[in-house]
């Protein structure tokens, strides 16, 4: 076995020897972020069959890369967090002792990388340098890992050299070992800053960067160090006169948070001059800083996007981001070498191979008589953030950008109105801690069924989440100059199952009303929820909207309110004593506004 280490840090070296020592490796190979080594890993991967390389004039420098069948999303009941107590883990998290873990995981592990090649990625998530950024340390056997490490995060030699200043890393293990879904485990190691991934080949098990530390571990150190880790995407909207102004927003998935980051303003508002900045479409790390206000970076550097859906109507700023540099992971391989997927542009491919590795067409259908799917559902793209057309010229400062609002949201057909405001960042908590989708034709489980999923961070956050409620209102606290916070819903529907609201790029213009409500040049309307807009604080030009939608959309109907507290009471008296007593107060209150109005 190989062994070269260029880097000075004992600490390093110590743990890169001991894992090698576990895992049995033939050779170490050390990531130093070159463009050299990149080439010389996308030939290796590709001549193994790891990747297959796309049509180089229609998709410069893309590959196509397919997983097991049984391994093509976050297995998130194999997803476990570890702890020395299980109180500190929640009830929101599945929980194993660290001993148990580490045991159950090294007998996967030992002699996992047997016949293969251990990679090092030192990787930083943030701005190499940044008060906001973390280093971490993955070990993999796997180049299609590798090479997506190298688009999400910064990676290489200059986060060695970052870490030659200290041992401060989180300890990252991954290994495909066999792909046994039987012996796959994603384990989270908060208190000794550890993560191992092992039998599992899809990114969100294995680019350790991502879910795992930029949420998991980070809000676990987040908490301790006095910030926050949040599954948010960063945008900023450029008004007429050139200020700019940023929005953290939080929506759980298939509510569109990829598409508001970049979205382009609609035709009703071009006369106004707006333009959108996207500093990161799913993760945010924010801290307060000396003027006592909220500021946040993103992480990552790159996109880790779901193809089906994505099209140049729903999202043309990621269409031309994907054009080049990227990795497509479980799409439809067309004759010419081009990729495609349900819900993308052009006509169906008559033909193809589908995400499976197997001869597709148009209308084949399987041996239950349902579609055969040409791309898997949760099949993927991974991007660089550079290649975004509004892409930030602030994703690189170590400060971040300065958040003037927090936005909530979540699918309900009926009962959350268009857009409304907390009355304070206490109350703001709670509408967060009580966000909730409603399960579609989709996803399994029962259609319409309420999902809860505070903050959007239910599957991420890494210790147990009334500390984490609690966490946020500690912050509140602190800050002299807190965002407003908001809650919205896209997805309202009529009576005959419509949606009310056109969404996409309309968005815009309730982002506008948010802002306007920051800057105190617009008025609302108090409800039992929140402030909700005026009619005519909207603006609606060149928007048409159906007779009466817009009443509906603002519209608050306390009975179906009541009846949604059922559903909160349920939820939070799973904290049982954890719970803050702030939340149970916020939950009162708004059950006294609700019976005062009737």
């Avoid at 140049?312 to 054009?323: G, R």
């Avoid at 099949?379 to 994703?395: E, G, K, L, Q």
């Amino acid at each position: 076995m190989t062994e070269k280490f260029p880097t000075h840090n004992k600490e390093l070296i110590g743990w890169v020897k001991k894992m090698a020592g576990l895992c049995g490796p033939d050779n170490i190979v050390w990531i130093d972020g070159s463009a050299e080594q990149k080439m010389l890993l996308e030939q290796e991967a590709e001549a193994s069959g790891e990747i297959i390389r796309l049509n180089e004039k229609k998709l410069p420098r893309c590959f196509l890369h397919r997983t097991a069948i049984d391994d093509v999303a976050r297995t998130e009941h194999l997803t476990f967090i570890c702890t020395r107590r299980k109180r500190f883990a929640g009830p929101t998290n599945n929980w194993m002792p660290p001993r148990r873990a580490y045991e159950k995981a090294a007998g996967i592990f030992r002699g996992s990388m047997a016949g293969r090649t251990m990679y090092v990625i030192p990787f930083s998530m943030g701005p190499v340098g940044s008060p906001f950024s973390k280093i971490g340390v993955e070990l993999t056997d796997s180049r299609y890992v590798v090479l997506n490490m190298l688009i999400m995060t910064r990676a290489g030699e200059a986060v060695l050299r970052q870490l030659e200043k200290g041992d401060d890393f989180t300890r990252c293990l991954h290994s495909k070992a066999g792909l046994n879904i039987s012996k796959r485990l994603i384990l989270h190691f908060p208190e000794d800053n550890t993560i191992w991934s092992v039998g599992s080949g899809y990114g969100g098990n294995v680019l350790l960067g991502k879910k795992c530390l930029s949420l998991r571990i980070a809000s676990y150190i987040a908490k301790n160090e006095g910030w926050l880790a949040e599954h948010m995407l960063i945008m900023g909207i450029e008004d007429p006169h050139g200020h700019v102004e940023y929005i953290a927003t939080a929506f759980p998935s298939a509510c569109g948070k990829a598409n508001l980051a970049m979205l382009l303003p609609p035709e009703g508002l071009k006369r106004k001059g707006y333009r959108i900045w996207t500093v990161g479409d799913d993760i945010a790390w924010m801290r307060i800083d000396s003027d006592g206000s909220l500021w946040a970076v993103n992480p990552e550097s790159g996109f880790f996007g779901v193809a089906p859906g994505t099209n140049s109507h729903t999202n043309p700023n990621m269409v031309e981001t994907i054009k080049h540099d990227t990795i497509f992971t479980n799409v439809l391989l067309k004759p010419d070498k081009t990729v495609w997927w349900e819900g993308s542009d052009g006509e169906v491919p008559p033909e193809g191979i589908d995400w499976r590795g197997r001869s597709w067409k148009p209308g084949l259908l399987d041996a239950d008589g349902k579609p055969v799917l040409g791309a898997h559902p949760n099949s993927r793209f991974t991007a660089p953030i550079a290649n975004c057309p509004t892409v930030s010229f602030r994703m690189e400062q170590h400060h971040g950008v300065p958040i003037s609002a927090v936005i909530f949201g979540g699918r309900r057909q009926h009962l959350a109105p268009l857009v409304y405001e907390s009355f304070s960042w206490e109350h703001g908590v709670f509408v967060g801690a009580t966000m909730a989708s409603e399960r579609t034709a989709a996803q399994s489980g029962k259609v319409g069924e309420v999902r809860r999923d505070p903050m959007a961070m239910l599957p991420f956050c890494g210790y147990n989440m009334a500390d984490y409620f609690r966490h946020w209102l500690s912050l509140g606290r602190r800050m002299t100059k807190p965002p407003k916070i908001f809650h919205v819903n896209w997805f309202k529907m009529d009576n005959q199952g419509k949606l009310l609201w056109p969404g996409f790029r309309e968005n815009l213009r309730v982002l506008e009303w948010a802002l306007e409500r920051c800057d105190s040049k617009v008025g609302a309307l108090k409800s039992a929820i929140g402030f909700i807009p005026r009619p005519e604080d909207l603006d609606l030009n060149g928007l048409k909207l159906s007779e009466g939608a817009l009443e509906k959309l603002l519209e608050v109907r306390s009975k179906d309110w009541v009846e949604e507290l059922k559903g909160i009471k349920i939820f939070f008296q799973s904290f049982k004593k954890d719970l803050p007593a702030e939340m149970w107060r916020e939950y009162y209150a708004l059950a006294e506004r609700l019976r005062s109005r009737g």
